[in-house]
């Protein structure tokens, strides 16, 4: 079965950066597309940043010129690089791919998910 494993969430200082990281477990084939979303508290989740399989980047104009979406395709692993981080970026952060899978078929695409770490923005 498929697993992604998030990491690098905590409290930084308003201003502060932090990175997260995304990997897929082993019996993945291929993925395409990468992204991050997000859930602030009482809110509800919205997409942040998009990463295609050729590398073309996309970005929430909430977060655009402060968060960077990268990816290493021999490590299965997606990275968000946060800057400039404010109260308003706190929230739970969740990875989610579209990828093929030794166990659902190789021409099969399933979106999958993280489940999730806190980012706190705080003083």
């Known amino acids: 079965q498929v697993q992604l494993v998030e990491s690098g969430g905590g409290l930084v200082q308003p201003g502060g950066s932090l990175s997260l990281s995304c990997t897929a477990s082993?019996?993945?084939?291929?993925?395409?597309?990468m992204a991050w979303y997000r859930q602030a508290p009482g809110k509800q989740r919205e997409w942040v940043a998009k990463?295609?399989?050729?590398?073309?980047?996309r970005y929430s104009r909430f977060v655009e010129g402060r968060f960077t979406i990268s990816r290493d395709n021999t490590k299965n692993t997606a990275y968000l690089q946060m800057n400039n981080l404010t109260p308003g970026d706190t929230a739970v952060y969740y990875c989610?791919?579209?990828?093929?899978?030794?166990?659902?078929?190789?021409?099969?695409?399933?979106?999958?998910w993280g489940k999730g770490t806190l980012v706190t923005v705080s003083t």
């Open positions: 989610y791919i579209v990828a093929t899978a030794l166990t659902t078929g190789l021409n099969n695409p399933m979106e999958y």
């Open positions: 082993k019996d993945i084939f291929k993925i395409f597309d």
């Open positions: 990463i295609t399989n050729e590398n073309v980047t």
